[in-house]
Nanobody, 124 residues
């Protein structure tokens, strides 16, 4: 069993930055693919980024490349999402997810474990 707790969300002005964290409980964190997703009101949950559990391979949604950076610290059982140059359209609840996997990209319906989400609001 893996429990995930996100933190770091908040209100930021357009152009600002936030760093989200996702702390995981349980063993063998390094073997899990960790993903970040987001869901805006009235929209479907969308993939943001993922980092594989095998070799650290990273994948990003094409539209977010260059602004968002995912990283993981296996010693701390934590995955991070650094978000720069934030835009109002980045406003959403951000979720982290975990799956025992080797791929960097895993579809949302394949993930076994989810955090409760953290709200990110970007004002114009």
């Amino acid at each position: 069993q893996v429990q995930l707790v996100e933190s770091g969300g908040g209100l930021v002005q357009a152009g600002g930055s936030l760093r989200l964290s996702c702390a995981a409980s349980g063993r063998a964190f390094s073997t899990y693919t960790m993903g970040w997703f987001r869901q805006a009101p009235g929209k479907e949950r969308e993939f943001v980024s993922g980092v594989s559990g095998r070799d650290g391979t990273i994948d990003y949604a094409d539209s977010l490349k260059g602004r968002f950076t995912i990283s993981r610290d296996n010693a701390k059982n934590t995955v991070y999402l650094q978000m720069n140059s934030l835009k109002p359209e980045d406003t959403a609840v951000y979720y982290c997810a975990a799956r025992l996997d080797y791929r960097a990209y895993v579809a949302h319906y394949e993930y076994n474990y989810w955090g409760q989400g953290t709200q990110v609001t970007v004002s114009s």
